[in-house]
């Protein structure tokens, strides 16, 4: 529970203030039942009307201002709650952007969506919750009992009986509802799973004819967070019937000794009224914090799960010495953030050398298979290199190593001589372009995604980047051009042409380094052949990493993985007259003829 500590820590004055105003309304409240006796013992019972009207409008002038300082705390805290709240969610998606992929792949995007949105959600509500009847209730509790005291100190050995009970019983079922409320975020995440994976899948699942499938697995899940959640809300809820059975009883008793008192001539018949006034007071007090206690379980499961968030480890945070830890700097809103955000720094536009000499990487440090196993290779500065492999032979995790996406285990990765880990992350991100295997595009329009990597983008650079990618042509066949409105993952685009802003978003850098994870996969053959055209007027390093022969075959040298080793290094005909391996792909891929596209 400190993460809810140290981001309300902000914001303690407005905090202070919605305790200072709750508390001006419990003395108003507190102040009512005495004013009240005096108006029953020396008003009503001696006919002075004029004293029963004066009492009456100090009662309605404390009501008042009572009514102020509950509107008041109502303002102040809801303020602090959600500033707190919106400083927590800033700061959990920053440390989820500092994420390495190694750290990323810990968490599920259902989990972490839920972390963000309804864990965070009942952070607010509980500290709201927190300011205004943990804040009340207590004060209630503590002047209830002293003015009971006060008025016959005999009547308050009824509470010295009742609230060992009550905190015991709220106590033991309290405790055994925490673990539970844990579950039902944890249920919560595989519905969200499931909503999520559908959602992104719903093509393939009506291809394959799977609704009545994915239906009765929604329904399972749908069906196991409601069990929970009935289970642990019924559990909690034994505290509600506790709590009234004793008030009532209390009650009883409170008037049966105090109707004793009465006759002997111990309590006035004011002070009575006033007594149970007051222990009706204490016991919805008690009741209320009752009820924040039960709001504590669900509260504790949400705090824990950001605070999972806050102690995952993080990559080296753009540039800066020390890894993000969580806190905004400064801890107030969106403006704050902004300043808080280190500037983009400027491309290099020089072409980079690379070489791996002995790396090694396995994704489970312990136990795992290695998925490479010490490889070496050279690349020159400005040169092409074609990465050829069948699925799984560790391709795409060799190109996630160079920008550090993940850490190697053994060997160095040299660029331009100096080993990658002793550059600052956004420097040697900012030499990179990288275009993934599947392409992402964000909503907005297609000049937003094409500037995506270089905000201050001209034109000029962008057309020129989508004319090499082979995308200007189809972008100007749209009404709107490059102001296109894409929706969400470019749903209304295709497969090819989704993969060609990719690649156009990633020239617009004039990257240093340009990193390909099978880019042309969904590009008829012609269109590639254009495409790597186009490269070869650039002054970048290119890496491709392919499936198919024709993606690399005018590469300046060329990589066979097979298991994670390399089994082949050289030119295309070198390979083509030495390797078997490269010899069986060309045949069963390219044959006969099919060569003349591209050389």
Known sequence: ???????????????????????????????????????????????????????????????????????????????????????????????????????LDRFSPASLITRLTSDVTQIQNFVMMMLRMMVRAPLLVVGGTYMIIHIDGKL????????????????????????????????????????????????????????????????????????????????????????????????????????????????????????????????????????????????????????????????????????????????????????????QKENVPAAVSLRFDGVSFRYRKEGGEAVLKNVSFNLDAGKTLGILGSTGAGKSTLLHLIPRFYEIESGQILLDGKDIRSYPLDELRSRCGMVFQQSILFSGTIRDNLRWGKEDATDEEIIEAARIAQAHDFIMSFPAGYDTLLEERGVNLSGGQKQRLALARALVRRPALLLLDDTTSAVDMATEARIQEGLKGLSSTVIIVAQRISSVIGADQIIILEHGSIVGIGTHQELLKENPVYQDMYQSQLGNGEEALYG
């Not at 102040?31 to 009492?55: C, F, T, W």
């Not at 999972?308 to 945070?317: C, L, S, T």
Request: hydrophobic share 50%; proline share 4%.
């Open 1 to 103: 529970m400190r993460v809810i500590l140290r981001y309300l820590k902000p914001y303690w004055f407005t905090a202070m203030l919605a305790v200072l105003l709750m508390a001006g309304e419990v003395a108003a409240d507190l102040s009512q039942p005495a004013l009240m006796s005096q108006i029953v013992d020396q008003g009503i019972k001696n006919r002075d009307l004029e004293m029963v009207l004066h009492k009456g409008l100090v009662m309605v002038a404390l009501a008042f201002l009572g009514v102020l300082g509950g509107v008041g705390c109502a303002v102040f805290s809801s303020y602090s709650s959600q500033a707190m709240g919106c400083d927590m969610r800033q700061a959990a998606f920053r440390r989820i952007q500092s994420f390495s992929f190694t750290t």
């Open 156 to 343: 308050a050995r009824i509470l010295l009986v009742v609230f060992p009970l009550l905190i015991g019983g709220t106590a033991l079922i309290i405790g055994k509802g925490f673990p539970l409320f844990t579950k039902v975020q944890e249920k919560l995440d595989g519905l969200n799973r499931i909503v999520r994976e559908n959602l992104a899948g719903v093509r393939v699942v009506k291809a394959f004819v799977r609704a009545d499938y994915e239906k009765a697995r929604f329904d399972r899940a749908n069906q196991d967070l409601t069990e929970q959640t009935v289970w642990a809300s019924t559990l909690i809820s034994l505290t509600i019937p506790l709590l009234f059975l004793m008030m009532n009883v209390t009650i009883v008793a409170l008037l049966w000794f105090g109707g004793i008192e009465v006759q002997t001539g111990h309590l006035s018949l004011g002070e009575i009224i006033a007594a149970v006034t007051y222990m009706t007071q204490i016991l919805m007090s008690l009741t209320m914090i009752a009820f924040t206690i039960m709001a504590v379980s669900r509260t504790k499961a949400s705090a824990d799960r950001i605070q999972e968030i806050f102690q995952a480890p993080v990559e080296e945070y753009l540039g800066e010495k020390e890894p993000f830890r969580g806190a905004l700097p400064g801890g107030v809103g969106p403006r704050r953030l902004e300043k808080a955000l280190p500037p």
